[in-house]
C-alpha cells in the first residue's frame, strides 16, 4: 500500500502541496504572533516615538485650524456687550453677528428689512473704522523709534485695563494712570538735571583748577619781578 502511494502521482502532489501550505501557514501564523505580541507589548523607544508622531500631528492640525487674528482694535471697546462681541468676531474676519432681526408677523416687509440691512451695514463700517490691520500694525511698529514704541506699548496698556474695567474706564484708574505720567515726567527731569549739575560741577572744579594754577604763575612771575627790581636798585649795571 504505501509503495502504491509512492508511486502514484497525483498523491505525491497532494502530499507535496499539503506540505508546502503547511510552512506557508506557519510562516503566516509566526508573523502575526510576533506583530501581536509587539502590539501587546511595545519598546519603549517606540512607544515614546509613537506618542511624538501623535503631538506632532495633533500640533500640526491644531496650527492650521487654529483662529486667526486679521485686525486688531485701536479704539477703546463699546460699551454695548452686543457691539463688543460684533467687534471680536470682526477681528476673526467673522461676519456671522451682524444678524437681522426677523419681523413677528407672517408678512415679510420689504422696507423693514432693507431699514435693518442698512443699520447693519451702517454698524459694520463704524466698527470696521475701529479695526486695523494685523500686518499693517505690525509693519508701522517696526518703523517706529524707542520712545515711540514705549507710547506705543502703554495705550494698548491702558485699552487692556479698560477691556478689563467693562469698557468704561473709571476715574481712579484715570488719575491714577496721569500721576504715573507725571511722575516719570518728573523723574526725567530730575534725572536730567542731577546730570547737568554733575557736568556743571566738573566743569566749575576743572576752571579753578586752572585759575589757581594762573595764580600760582603769576605768583611766581611777581616775585621774579621783585627779585630783578631790588637787583637792579642795588646794581644799576646788574644784567638781566
Same mark, same amino acid.
Given at each position: ?31 502575526y504572533a510576533v506583530s501581536q505580541f509587539c502590539k501587546a507589548f511595545p519598546l519603549v523607544q517606540e512607544n515614546m516615538d509613537a506618542k511624538k508622531k501623535i503631538l506632532e500631528n495633533i500640533r500640526r492640525v491644531t496650527e492650521a485650524y487654529r ?77 517706529? @523709534? =524707542?520712545? $515711540? /514704541? ?6 494698548? %496698556?491702558? !485699552? ?58 603769576? @605768583? =611766581?612771575? $611777581? /616775585? ?6 631790588? %637787583?637792579? !636798585? ?7
Amino acid at each position: 500500500m504505501l509503495n502504491f502511494i509512492i508511486q502514484c502521482f497525483p498523491l505525491q502532489w497532494l502530499v507535496k502541496r499539503s506540505n508546502e501550505y503547511r510552512k506557508e501557514m506557519a510562516e503566516t501564523v509566526r508573523q502575526y504572533a510576533v506583530s501581536q505580541f509587539c502590539k501587546a507589548f511595545p519598546l519603549v523607544q517606540e512607544n515614546m516615538d509613537a506618542k511624538k508622531k501623535i503631538l506632532e500631528n495633533i500640533r500640526r492640525v491644531t496650527e492650521a485650524y487654529r483662529p486667526h487674528r486679521y485686525h486688531k482694535r485701536k479704539t477703546a471697546p463699546p460699551p454695548d456687550i452686543e457691539s463688543r462681541v460684533d467687534l471680536t468676531l470682526l477681528e476673526y474676519e467673522h461676519r456671522g453677528g451682524l444678524r437681522l432681526i426677523a419681523p413677528n408677523n407672517d408678512e415679510v416687509d420689504a422696507e423693514l428689512i432693507q431699514q435693518q440691512q442698512d443699520i447693519c451695514q451702517e454698524k459694520l463700517q463704524r466698527l470696521m473704522a475701529s479695526l486695523v490691520d494685523v500686518k499693517e500694525e505690525t509693519s508701522d511698529l517696526n518703523n517706529l @523709534s =524707542e520712545e $515711540d /514704541k514705549i507710547k506705543q506699548a502703554k495705550h494698548y %496698556a491702558s !485699552l487692556h485695563l479698560e477691556l478689563k474695567d467693562g469698557g468704561a474706564f473709571s476715574k481712579e484708574n484715570s488719575r491714577l494712570n496721569s500721576l504715573n505720567e507725571q511722575k516719570q515726567v518728573l523723574s526725567e527731569m530730575v534725572e536730567k538735571l542731577r546730570t547737568t549739575k554733575e557736568t556743571v560741577i566738573g566743569n566749575i572744579q576743572e576752571t579753578n583748577a586752572t585759575l589757581e594754577n594762573i595764580r600760582l604763575k603769576k @605768583s =611766581e612771575a $611777581d /616775585k621774579k619781578l621783585k627779585e630783578l627790581e631790588e %637787583a637792579e !636798585l642795588k646794581d644799576p649795571e646788574y644784567v638781566y
